[in-house]
């Protein structure tokens, strides 16, 4: 089948990879022709595992172009531009101005919008365009975008008709993944309420991890492996640490609440949860200067900067935020992460060994598996773990979130 993708960010350049791989033709448009020039060579414009592997099997499927023209005679057209919020509410401009462009080429073209977007927004397109138009939200998380596109817990398409419907459940059969099936509004919401939820199970761990500071003994990875057991609750999202960041959470649930605030329904819990993320980092800092008070003479390594491991993203990053909070405090920052090169004011080292080299206080801030090392390595300094990747017994100047030692 002849299928487009417009917009070639994390979530595109996925969906390329993995719907030429089970056999479609793609064309992939962005308006960006760097980043064309860029995947024509075969180098995808960011770090995600297995992506670039992907689409170099599967170029012969694949066409990049900057012109929605070569989009003609799509059967399906894949919207996956990005929906930015501006003053806490969502920008659709690049959802509306993609879908025009592609009703200008071929009106028969379905819209898909992958896009995450608010109820109502496909009803828009599809009275603006006149076009049909289905939703179709992802549900991967970056650093396992490929698998999960792949192979997704649930496909769900939101539509008004049949037949587009079944256009893009036919497109993803090769997933064998269950399908739910319904209208636009119910699919748009259900990419927000899961987005949400799952915010919220974090920051209910994160509380629950205070508390266990509090308690003599207390830990919360135990709190959390027994409550996970409950098949009700289910172990999934309950990793206490800094908090959740990402360019979906944040944003997500900020637009989620300005929405439900105009539908004259406000989500206490939601709010709840965005405002016990934002607490997360002074209180982490409050443990890493206990442990180190700060001076101008003392340096400090934290592991990692990306937002979570196995990704080079640094959007809305908790452990970025923690590092531009630790600059000003501390003579230098040294910082190890397996694929951000860079970050402003702090110096880059080149491994693990060489970052635990320059301080006597290591601080973790991003759960890469890599990081497990550290306990073999013999560092006698001081561990602050704030993603809880090191067995307690590490060190006896090992301090965690949700750790209790006495
Ligand atoms: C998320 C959703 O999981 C995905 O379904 C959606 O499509 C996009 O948003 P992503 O942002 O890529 O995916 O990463 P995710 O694995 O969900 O982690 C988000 C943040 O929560 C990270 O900062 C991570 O460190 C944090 N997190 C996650 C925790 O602190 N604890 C956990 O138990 C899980």
């Given at each position: 089948?002849?299928?487009?993708?417009?917009?070639?960010?994390?979530?595109?350049?996925?969906?390329?990879?993995?719907?030429?791989?089970?056999?479609?033709?793609?064309?992939?448009?962005?308006?960006?022709?760097?980043?064309?020039?860029?995947?024509?060579?075969?180098?995808?414009?960011?770090?995600?595992?297995?992506?670039?592997?992907?689409?170099?099997?599967?170029?012969?499927?694949?066409?990049?172009?900057?012109?929605?023209?070569?989009?003609?005679?799509?059967?399906?057209?894949?919207?996956?531009?990005?929906?930015?919020?501006?003053?806490?509410?969502?920008?659709?401009?690049?959802?509306?101005?993609a879908s025009e462009s592609v009703s200008s080429v071929d009106a028969n073209t379905v819209i898909v919008i992958k896009s995450t977007v608010l109820p109502g927004t496909a009803s828009m397109?599809?009275?603006?365009?006149?076009?049909?138009?289905?939703?179709?939200?992802?549900?991967?998380?970056?650093?396992?975008?490929?698998?999960?596109?792949?192979?997704?817990?649930?496909?769900?398409?939101?539509?008004?008709?049949?037949?587009?419907?079944?256009?893009?459940?036919?497109?993803?059969?090769?997933?064998?993944?269950?399908?739910?099936?319904?209208?636009?509004?119910?699919?748009?919401?259900?990419?927000?309420?899961?987005?949400?939820?799952?915010?919220?199970?974090?920051?209910?761990?994160?509380?629950?991890?205070?508390?266990?500071?509090?308690?003599?003994?207390?830990?919360?990875?135990?709190?959390?492996?027994?409550?996970?057991?409950?098949?009700?609750?289910?172990?999934?999202?309950?990793?206490?640490?800094?908090?959740?960041?990402g360019s979906c959470f944040p944003k997500d649930t900020e637009a989620l609440l300005s929405f439900a605030q105009e539908k004259g329904d406000p989500l206490k819990i939601v709010e709840a949860?965005?405002?016990?993320?934002?607490?997360?980092?002074?209180?982490?800092?409050?443990?890493?200067?206990?442990?180190?008070?700060?001076?101008?003479?003392?340096?400090?390594?934290?592991?990692?900067?990306?937002?979570?491991?196995?990704?080079?993203?640094?959007?809305?990053?908790?452990?970025?935020?923690?590092?531009?909070?630790?600059?000003?405090?501390?003579?230098?920052?040294?910082?190890?992460?397996?694929?951000?090169?860079?970050?402003?004011?702090?110096?880059?080292?080149?491994?693990?060994?060489?970052?635990?080299?320059?301080?006597?206080?290591?601080?973790?801030?991003?759960?890469?598996?890599?990081?497990?090392?550290?306990?073999?390595?013999?560092?006698?300094?001081?561990?602050?773990?704030?993603?809880?990747?090191?067995?307690?017994?590490?060190?006896?100047?090992?301090?965690?979130?949700?750790?209790?030692?006495?």
């Amino acid at each position: 089948m002849k299928i487009g993708v417009v917009g070639l960010g994390y979530v595109g350049s996925v969906t390329v990879a993995v719907l030429a791989e089970a056999g479609n033709e793609i064309i992939a448009v962005d308006v960006d022709r760097d980043k064309i020039e860029s995947l024509s060579r075969g180098e995808p414009p960011i770090y995600e595992p297995g992506l670039k592997e992907a689409l170099t099997r599967n170029r012969e499927n694949i066409h990049f172009s900057s012109s929605f023209e070569q989009l003609r005679g799509s059967a399906a057209c894949f919207l996956c531009v990005p929906t930015p919020n501006r003053g806490g509410k969502i920008d659709l401009s690049y959802v509306v101005s993609a879908s025009e462009s592609v009703s200008s080429v071929d009106a028969n073209t379905v819209i898909v919008i992958k896009s995450t977007v608010l109820p109502g927004t496909a009803s828009m397109v599809r009275e603006r365009a006149g076009m049909r138009v289905v939703s179709n939200p992802e549900f991967t998380r970056e650093g396992s975008a490929v698998e999960d596109t792949r192979h997704p817990d649930r496909i769900v398409v939101g539509s008004a008709g049949a037949p587009e419907a079944q256009l893009v459940e036919n497109i993803w059969k090769f997933t064998g993944s269950p399908v739910l099936r319904t209208n636009n509004e119910n699919a748009e919401l259900i990419k927000y309420a899961s987005n949400a939820f799952l915010s919220i199970k974090i920051s209910f761990i994160n509380e629950i991890s205070n508390l266990c500071e509090r308690i003599p003994g207390g830990d919360v990875e135990v709190v959390a492996k027994g409550m996970g057991m409950d098949r009700r609750i289910a172990p999934y999202f309950l990793k206490a640490g800094i908090g959740y960041g990402g360019s979906c959470f944040p944003k997500d649930t900020e637009a989620l609440l300005s929405f439900a605030q105009e539908k004259g329904d406000p989500l206490k819990i939601v709010e709840a949860s965005r405002m016990v993320n934002e607490g997360r980092i002074s209180r982490f800092l409050d443990m890493v200067k206990r442990a180190e008070p700060p001076s101008n003479a003392t340096d400090i390594s934290v592991l990692g900067v990306a937002f979570k491991d196995s990704t080079d993203d640094i959007r809305e990053s908790q452990a970025a935020k923690l590092v531009r909070a630790l600059i000003p405090l501390y003579r230098s920052v040294y910082f190890y992460d397996p694929v951000v090169k860079t970050f402003e004011g702090a110096t880059r080292c080149g491994s693990l060994e060489e970052c635990i080299q320059q301080s006597r206080t290591v601080v973790i801030a991003t759960e890469w598996p890599e990081f497990g090392r550290l306990s073999t390595m013999g560092f006698t300094g001081n561990v602050i773990d704030g993603r809880r990747i090191l067995s307690p017994d590490i060190s006896e100047k090992f301090y965690a979130v949700g750790l209790n030692h006495a």
